[in-house]
C-alpha cells in the first residue's frame, strides 16, 4: 500500500467504539420503550405522525450506523435505497394489492440484494472514494425513477398515492396510531436485531475490519465478504425504512429522495454519534424537528439558522448524543456516590 | 351563585348580539374551525429552501398582500391570519406541514402550495378531511378533476393547453413544418412535448425532427442548440426556464440559427429573459401569457399595473418587480379575496369551495385585457384563456384573439 492510500484510508477512519458502548442499559431502554409506548395517547394525531416520522428516519439512520459505525464505511447514497424500499413498497401495494405489512419483508429483501451487488465494485473503494461512489448513485436515482421505461410502475415524475392502511380487527384506534405502533414494533425490532448483529461474530469482524483491515483478514476474517455484507445489512433495513415512509406519507415521487435526503441521513448519524445505536433516534428528531425550529426562528434565513445550530452541536460535542448521554451518565454516578 | 351570574350574564351578551345581527336576514353567520368574527386562518405551503425556492417570492408576495387587506379593514370585518410553510419542495416534508396546518394550526383551507410533486402528495388527505386545496400553484393538467377531486382546485392555464394553441398555430401557418423541441426533462418540460403532440394530431411524427432534453443541473445548453440547429429545423419550441431560456436565444443569434421561435410562457419575462439575451436577438419570438408582463413598457400608464405598483412601493418593496412570480402572486392573491369577499359570513370550507367554483368572468389587474377568471361545478381551472404575442422592438405585442385551451383533467 503506497503512503498517499495510507493516510486516506487512515484520515476516514471511524474512532473505535467498545463493544459495551454500543447501547443502553436495561434500565434506560425500558424507560425510552415506555416512553415511546405512552406518548402517543396523549398527543393529536398530527403529532403521531411526526413521530412515526421519526422512528422511520430512526431506522434509516441506524441503517447507516450498522454501515459507518459497524465496519467503517461510507454511505452517502442511503436515499437510493431508501427509494428503492418505498417504491418496492408502494408498487406492490398499488399494482400488485398486497397487504402493506407484507410488502417490507419484500422491500427489505430487495434492497438487501440491491446493496450487497452494489457493495462488489464499492470493495474496490474506501474513504472519501467510497462515499463519492455512493454520492453517485444517490444523484443518479431521482432520475432512474423519471424514467420512461418504468413510467407505468413507477407513475413518473408524478409518482404513486399509497393508501393508509386501516388498523386490523376492529381496533378503536386512529389509522396514524395504528401505523404509529405498527412502524414501532418493526423499529424495535430491527434495532434488538442490530444490536444482537454487531454482537455477533459477524459484528465482531465488521468491527475488525473497521480498525484495522489489514489485521482482520491476517486474523481469517474474509474482507470482502464481510464488507459487502454490511452493505447488504444496511440497504435492506433502509428499504423496510423506505417502505414504511411510503405507507406513512402515502406518496412516493422522485423528488422525495434526492440527495438531501442522504445527506439528511448522514447528520442524523452524525449527530446521534457514531456507532452508537441508541443515538440514531435522536439524531433522527435532529433532521426533523431541528429545520421546524430554524424556520419557526427566521423564514428568509432558516437555511442559515439550520446551519448555525447544527455548527453549535458539532462544537460542543462532536461525539454526538453519545457524549451527552456520557456526561449525564457521571453526573448520575457522581450523585449517587454522594 | 356567582357561576350562574355570570353565564346568565354571557347569555344575555350573546342574546344582545344576535339580535344585532339578524337584523338583516342574510346576517346568519356560519363558522368551520379556522374562521371567527375577528380572523380567517390560511395556510401555504412554499418552497423556500431547496431547488425551487426562487418561487418562494411567490409566498411573500401573498403575505404583503394580505397585510394590504388587513391595513385596508380586512375581509367583511374579519383579518387574514396567513401561515406559511417552507417544504423545501419534498413532498414528505409539504405532508407534514399539510398536517400541521389543518391539524395542528387549524386553518381554515390550504391556500396556492406550490409544485405537482408537493401538491399530489397532499391531495388525497386534504380531499379525505374535506379541507380546501384553493389555487394550486402548478400548471400541470390533473387539478381540474372536481368528481374524483371536489376540495382541489388549480388557477393558471395549464402547460399543455398552452402548447396546444403553439401547435395549431403551427397547422395553421406553417403545416410542413419542421420542428425541434428544446425541454426541461420533468414534469413541466414532458407536459408541454406531450401538448404539442397531442395538439399536432396524426402529424407529430412526421413534423417533429428532433428532441433534445437537459437537466436543471447543468450550467449550459449551447450543445443542444448547435445540435438542434444541425438537424436543419425551421421551427424551435423552447420549453426552458428563464436561466436557460436566455442561454438558448443569444446561442442562436451566435450561430446564426433563425427558425420560428416558440417560447414557453414560463420564460416570456421581458426583464428577466429577453432583455439579458438581447433585444435585437429576440425579434419576433413568438410566445402568449395571460398575465401583464411587468417590465414591458405599454403598461406604463395602465391602471391594473399602477395598482401593483403602489401595492409594491408601500407593502412589499424588497419585492422585485420584474420577477414575473410577484405579478404571480399579486394576482392569485387578489383571486382569493375574490372569493372570501363572496361568501360573506358563511366561512364553512363547503361554501368556500362552492364560491370559488362560482367565479364568473372575474377580471384583475394583473390580467391581459380580455381574460377572464371563470369556473363553474364542473370547471375547476379558473384561467384557461391565453393571448399569442410576437416580440417587436422592446416589447410584446397581442396578436390574434383570446383563445382557450381547456384541456380535461
Known amino acids: 500500500m503506497s503512503a498517499i492510500e495510507e493516510t486516506v484510508t487512515e484520515a476516514a477512519a471511524v474512532e473505535a467504539v467498545p463493544k459495551k458502548a454500543m447501547t443502553l442499559g436495561y434500565g434506560t431502554s425500558l424507560a425510552v420503550l415506555v416512553l415511546l409506548i405512552a406518548v402517543p395517547l396523549l398527543v393529536k394525531n398530527f403529532i403521531i405522525f411526526q413521530l412515526t416520522m421519526l422512528l422511520i428516519y430512526a431506522v434509516a439512520v441506524l441503517a447507516l450506523n450498522i454501515l459507518t459505525g459497524g465496519s467503517g464505511q461510507f454511505s452517502l447514497g442511503q436515499s437510493a435505497f431508501y427509494a428503492v424500499g418505498a417504491y418496492t413498497s408502494a408498487i406492490l401495494m398499488e399494482h400488485g394489492g398486497i397487504n402493506y405489512a407484507l410488502t417490507l419483508p419484500v422491500a427489505g ?8 451487488l452494489f457493495g462488489q465494485p464499492a470493495l474496490r473503494l474506501s474513504g472519501v472514494y467510497l462515499a463519492l461512489a455512493t454520492f453517485a448513485l444517490a444523484t443518479a436515482m431521482p432520475q432512474l425513477l423519471k424514467l420512461g421505461a418504468f413510467e407505468y410502475w413507477t407513475g413518473g415524475v408524478q409518482g404513486l398515492v399509497v393508501t393508509k392502511p386501516d388498523a386490523p380487527f376492529g381496533l378503536p384506534m386512529s389509522q396514524d396510531m395504528w401505523l404509529y405502533y405498527f412502524t414501532l414494533a418493526i423499529s424495535l425490532a430491527i434495532y434488538i436485531f442490530s444490536v444482537n448483529l454487531l454482537r455477533s461474530r459477524s459484528g465482531r469482524a465488521f468491527m475488525a475490519i473497521r480498525d484495522n483491515e489489514i489485521a482482520a483478514s491476517a486474523m481469517g476474517i474474509d474482507v470482502a465478504l464481510y464488507k459487502t455484507l454490511a452493505f447488504g445489512v444496511s440497504a435492506g433495513i433502509t428499504g423496510v425504512a423506505g417502505g414504511l415512509g411510503a405507507i406513512a406519507v402515502q406518496f412516493v415521487a422522485p423528488d422525495s429522495y434526492t440527495i438531501a435526503l442522504a445527506i439528511s441521513l448522514f447528520l442524523g448519524m452524525v449527530v446521534g454519534g457514531v456507532g452508537w445505536l441508541p443515538g440514531s433516534i435522536v439524531g433522527s428528531a435532529f433532521i426533523i424537528f431541528v429545520p421546524n425550529i430554524a424556520e419557526g426562528i427566521s423564514k428568509g434565513l432558516s437555511g442559515a439558522v439550520f446551519g448555525v445550530l447544527l455548527f453549535l452541536v458539532i462544537f460542543l460535542v462532536p461525539h ?18 454522594n | 351563585m356567582p357561576a350562574i351570574h355570570l353565564r346568565l350574564g354571557a347569555f344575555s351578551a350573546a342574546l344582545a348580539v344576535l339580535a344585532v345581527t339578524s337584523s338583516g336576514a342574510l346576517a346568519q353567520k356560519k363558522y368551520d374551525i379556522g374562521a371567527t368574527d375577528t380572523e380567517i386562518k390560511i395556510g401555504n405551503i412554499m418552497p423556500y429552501s431547496g431547488p425551487a425556492s426562487a418561487y418562494g417570492v411567490i409566498g411573500k408576495t401573498e403575505d404583503a398582500y394580505f397585510r394590504k387587506i388587513n391595513a385596508e379593514g380586512g375581509i367583511n370585518g374579519r383579518k387574514i391570519n396567513f401561515i406559511s410553510y417552507d417544504d423545501g419542495y419534498s413532498p414528505p416534508k409539504t405532508v407534514e406541514q399539510a398536517r400541521k396546518l389543518v391539524e395542528s394550526d387549524e386553518v381554515l383551507f390550504i391556500f396556492n402550495p406550490l409544485g405537482t410533486p408537493p401538491n399530489s402528495a397532499i391531495q388525497k388527505y386534504m380531499n379525505s378531511k374535506k379541507v380546501p386545496q384553493l389555487f394550486v400553484a402548478t400548471g400541470a393538467t390533473k387539478w381540474n378533476d372536481p368528481k374524483e377531486f371536489p376540495w382541489t382546485m388549480g388557477w393558471q392555464p ?76 425551421d421551427v424551435f419550441f423552447n420549453v426552458t426556464t428563464p436561466k436557460f431560456a436566455a442561454q438558448a436565444i443569444k446561442k442562436m443569434a451566435e450561430i446564426e440559427w433563425k427558425p420560428l421561435h416558440f417560447l414557453n410562457n414560463v420564460s416570456s419575462s421581458i426583464g428577466s429573459v429577453i432583455k439579458p439575451a ?73 361554501n368556500i369551495m362552492k364560491q370559488a367554483a362560482s367565479i364568473n368572468g372575474l377580471e384583475l389587474g394583473g390580467l391581459l385585457p380580455g381574460i377572464k377568471v371563470q369556473t363553474s361545478a364542473t370547471d375547476f381551472a379558473p384561467i384557461s384563456q391565453l393571448q399569442l404575442e410576437k416580440f417587436k422592438g422592446e416589447k410584446w405585442e397581442l396578436f390574434g384573439e383570446i383563445i382557450s385551451g381547456d384541456v380535461g383533467g
Open chain 1, 109 to 116: 429483501v430487495i434492497c438487501f440484494g440491491f446493496g450487497f
Open chain 2, 158 to 233: 395549464n402547460y399543455q393547453s398552452e402548447s396546444r394553441i403553439y401547435a395549431k398555430y403551427i397547422l395553421k401557418n406553417k403545416p410542413d413544418a419542421k420542428i425541434a423541441i428544446l425541454y426541461q426533462n420533468d414534469d413541466y418540460g414532458k407536459d408541454y412535448v406531450k401538448g404539442l403532440k397531442d395538439g399536432l394530431g396524426a402529424k407529430a411524427a412526421s413534423m417533429i425532427i428532433a428532441e433534445e432534453s437537459y437537466e436543471t443541473t447543468q450550467p449550459t445548453i449551447d450543445s443542444s442548440i448547435v445540435k438542434l440547429k444541425s438537424t436543419g429545423a
Open chain 2, 278 to 350: 438581447g433585444f435585437e436577438n429576440s425579434q419576433d419570438i413568438i410566445s402568449s401569457n395571460y398575465l401583464k408582463d411587468t417590465s414591458d413598457p405599454q403598461w406604463k400608464n395602465d391602471a391594473g399595473m399602477m395598482a401593483f405598483d403602489a401595492f409594491l412601493t408601500k407593502y412589499f418593496p424588497e419585492g422585485n418587480r420584474i420577477d414575473a412570480s410577484v405579478m404571480y402572486g399579486y394576482t392569485v392573491a387578489q383571486g382569493l379575496v375574490h372569493v372570501l369577499k363572496a361568501c360573506g359570513n358563511n366561512l364553512s370550507r363547503e
Open chain 1, 320 to 337: 454526538g448524543a453519545r457524549q451527552g448521554a456520557i456526561v449525564v451518565q457521571h453526573l448520575i454516578g457522581k450523585l449517587r456516590g
